[in-house]
């Protein structure tokens, strides 16, 4: 590749292929900054859509609607290429990918001049047995449904007459293995729907619903400030959610997991949010990772021993620092490298990555929030508005910004939907 007066140039003189894969945060970034007047630019992602994954946990009871929080990536950028499929191999040496479409399982090959790869990571269930076959999880808008659907179901059928009340309290047993901020998050949730809806849809069942977050550590929210962790131990015991802590899963089957002590706990929903691990193609890939098989990258986030291979968000890591796998770091990478390649098209210098850190939130529940700044360690009622209002201007779009204050408001005046389809 050369740089002219157009940009970078293919071998054969025409404009750089850049292909992307995904169209997560990094990936979404980076598509939003790049110069489509200097790159032939080729998206690649089994979803033809950017979803806001912190209002996940809203959506899985009705909080905020499903398509509130998603972007499609066709009307997100004019001029870019994009194939719904999944990439399933890379070609280093004769620059093309190989692709499998997402709907009809067709395989492609693509060629490319840059590559970056930003395809995100995978629920990690540590290989303990039953939980890929009967717990869900939350990562995408199909798993928040299938939760939403789950937990109305629970409730419908813990509503059968002459149910035995063992049966019924299992089925009314919200249990959450993973006491990270998706994990609380969900609770948080499932609880403010409980009190403000469902308390009054099945007056008779209250009583019987439980939610419990097991985690194995010593504490739950480890990544936040351990006055936050507290904090929150002490609103949850308010709200009647159970944290069982040191207590490791080893089994799960259909209606019930088995903890390292012995124990057997029973449930009708489970949720396993315990980290995440490295996708398919990322550990396919013959290049330099990290012991948690994420791709090592250097200060312009190229991939070691390579100047046309970029990875980015949750799959790669740096050589001499581990950045957490967040939002705002995926989205800082995808943006940067965008700003990178428009420099080099440019025929300039390329500076190296700079992060920087705006700090945690998390929804607790009750409109309260926690929010673990450099400068502040905020919680309760008014950090609550503060969560909701960054979340507001993260949002992508403006649509996306009303839909959310539109759902919002639904909830207060409305309550949630229960209606199962
Ligand atoms: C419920 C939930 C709540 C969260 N809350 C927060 C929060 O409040 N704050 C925060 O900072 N972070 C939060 N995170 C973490 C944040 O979502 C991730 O760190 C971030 O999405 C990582 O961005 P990414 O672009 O690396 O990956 P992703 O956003 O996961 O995107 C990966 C993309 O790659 C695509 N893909 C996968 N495999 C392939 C393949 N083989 N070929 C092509 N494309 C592929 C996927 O379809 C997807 O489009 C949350 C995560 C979850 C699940």
Redesign the pocket.
């Known amino acids: 590749m050369r740089a002219d007066s157009h940009g970078l140039l293919s071998e054969d003189g025409s404009k750089a292929t850049l292909v992307v894969?995904?169209?997560?945060?990094?990936?979404f970034s980076l598509i939003k900054e790049i110069d489509v007047d200097a790159y032939e630019v080729t998206v690649?992602?089994?979803?033809n859509h950017f979803?806001f994954?912190?209002l996940?946990?809203s959506t899985t009871v009705g909080t905020i609607e499903f398509r509130s929080i998603i972007e499609p990536i066709r009307t997100a950028r004019e001029r870019i290429q994009f194939y719904q499929?999944?990439?399933?191999d890379i070609d280093i040496q004769k620059r093309t990918i190989q692709c499998q479409h997402a709907l009809d399982k067709t395989m492609f090959i693509l060629p490319y001049d840059i590559l970056v790869i930003?395809?995100?990571?995978t629920n990690n269930t540590y290989g303990i047995p039953g939980v890929e076959q009967n717990a869900l999880f939350?990562?995408e808008l199909a798993d928040a449904r299938a939760i939403r659907q789950r937990i109305i179901e629970c409730f419908e059928r813990a509503s059968i007459p002459e149910l035995s009340e063992e049966r019924r309290k299992r089925l009314l047993h919200f249990l959450i293995v993973g006491g990270g901020?998706?994990g609380i998050?969900f609770a948080a949730e499932m609880h403010d729907f409980l009190v403000e809806d469902l308390r009054e849809i099945f007056p008779s069942l209250i009583d019987d619903v439980r939610i419990t977050i097991l985690e194995a550590a010593e504490h739950i929210l480890s990544t936040f400030d351990a006055t936050l962790s507290a904090y929150t131990i002490k609103h949850f015991e308010r709200q009647k959610i159970e944290v069982l802590t040191k207590s490791g899963v080893v089994k799960v089957d259909a209606e019930q997991v088995f903890l390292q002590d012995g124990s057997t706990v029973p449930y009708g929903l489970l949720i396993w949010s315990t980290g995440i691990g490295s996708?398919?193609?990322v550990q396919s890939l013959a290049v330099l990772k990290d012991k948690h098989a994420r791709i090592v990258v250097d200060q312009y986030l190229r991939i070691q021993g390579f100047t046309n291979l970029y990875a980015?968000?949750?799959?790669a890591t740096f050589h001499d620092r581990m950045l957490p796998?967040?939002?705002?770091?995926?989205q800082q990478e995808?943006r940067y490298v965008a700003r990178a390649l428009n420099r080099l098209a440019k025929g300039k210098q390329l500076e190296p990555f700079r992060y920087k850190d705006w700090g945690?939130?998390?929804y607790i529940g009750s409109h309260r929030a926690l929010a673990d700044l450099a400068a502040v360690k905020g919680r309760g009622f008014a950090t609550w508005l503060f969560w909701r209002s960054v979340y507001l201007t993260r949002l992508v779009s403006f649509k996306n910004k009303i839909l959310v204050v539109l759902d919002w408001m639904k909830t207060l005046i409305f309550g949630r939907d229960i209606s199962r389809f």
């Open positions: 894969l995904g169209t997560g945060f990094a990936a690649v992602s089994p979803r979803l994954t912190p996940l946990p499929a999944w990439c399933t930003a395809v995100g990571a939350l990562k901020p998706t998050e996708t398919l193609l980015l968000g949750d799959c796998a967040t939002a705002q770091v995926a995808g945690m939130l998390a």
